[in-house]
């Protein structure tokens, strides 16, 4: 907590102590509620009444919850830390604790449920001092600036939530749904959070680490409870891979094989034909016949037939 910080927070609470006192004891703040509601801006500017409706969900808690957290969630995912969870989870708990306890302990009801002109409506069982759609809106927006991680865009995004609070403000003043000092005390609740929340990073932090501790103790357990491997059954066939030398690894190539020739040629020097001996088959392929003469063998004379 720096000195400009502490100071802030001692300003704002002390603008928070004197919207309280100034409804409480039914001040000039409490007459300018009245005036505003009796002027029902809602029917004076009819017209962007279906935008006004559609801009106040930016103070509710449930949809704008689930959207910042929904991107801290992606930032915690990339970044690998849990951070910007554990500090939305804390801004809204801190939020719901002192914005819930101030509502249900002052009681005032809201314009709608007014029962007496010009009272301050305190202690009557309602629920709508501060502003829980006003504090909300500065939270939820809020935290993104706290979140930054880059001077400039702290400051864009500071810029950015305190326009869009200010905006859900004056819409439910527009709605008739808050009196006026409703939502000055609800910028100043929801600043009173964001302010205070410096003090809560060591517990962050330590939520962090054992966040973290307890799951790298999950795994570990879920990895010494794992099944072992059951080994092959004796005599089963083992796959043997081929080995390979250093440079068929290095290469990435098969081994070149030795040239083979072609099997239709004969394993000896290849000559031509006329070269060739010619082969003489043994023996003869006709039957034998007694009046036939081999070949080759000398002419006989042959008898003469006849007288």
């Known amino acids: 907590m720096s000195r400009h910080r502490v100071a802030l927070l001692t300003g704002t609470l002390a603008f928070y102590l004197a919207i309280v006192w100034a409804v409480v004891t039914t001040s000039w703040l409490v007459r300018l509620d009245w005036q505003v509601m009796f002027f029902r801006p809602y029917q004076q500017w009819q017209g962007i009444h279906w935008f006004v409706d559609y801009y106040v969900v930016l103070g509710q808690r449930g949809p704008t919850a689930v959207m910042v957290a929904a991107w801290l969630g992606w930032r915690s995912w990339r970044q690998h830390t849990l951070r910007p969870l554990l500090t939305l989870g804390t801004v809204l708990l801190l939020l719901n604790i002192s914005v819930g306890a101030a509502k249900l302990g ?106 973290f501790d307890l799951r790298d103790r999950w795994r570990a357990r879920k990895a010494a409870t794992a099944p072992a491997p059951t080994p092959a059954p004796a005599g089963s066939p083992v796959l043997l891979t081929p080995r390979t030398t250093a440079q068929d690894e290095a290469s990435h190539e098969p081994a070149a094989r030795s040239p083979r020739a072609p099997v239709y040629l004969a394993p000896g020097p290849h000559t031509a034909r006329s070269e060739r001996t010619p082969v003489t088959p043994v023996g003869s392929r006709r039957p034998p016949h007694p009046d036939r003469v081999s070949r080759g063998a000398p002419a006989s004379a042959r008898p003469v037939a006849g007288g």
């Open 106 to 211: 002052m009681g005032r009801l809201g314009p709608h449920y007014a029962t007496t002109i010009g009272s301050n409506e305190m202690g009557l069982g309602g629920d709508i001092f501060p502003s829980g759609h006003t504090a909300n809106a500065v939270v939820t927006w809020g935290i993104l600036a706290y979140l930054a991680s880059t001077p400039r865009a702290r400051r864009w995004l500071s810029a950015i939530s305190a326009v869009t609070s200010l905006g859900v403000g004056m819409a439910t003043v527009y709605l008739g749904t808050h009196w006026l000092s409703d939502v000055l005390l609800g910028w100043a609740a929801g600043l009173l959070v964001l302010l205070a929340l410096p003090w809560c990073e060591p517990l962050i932090a330590r939520a962090e680490v054992e966040l």
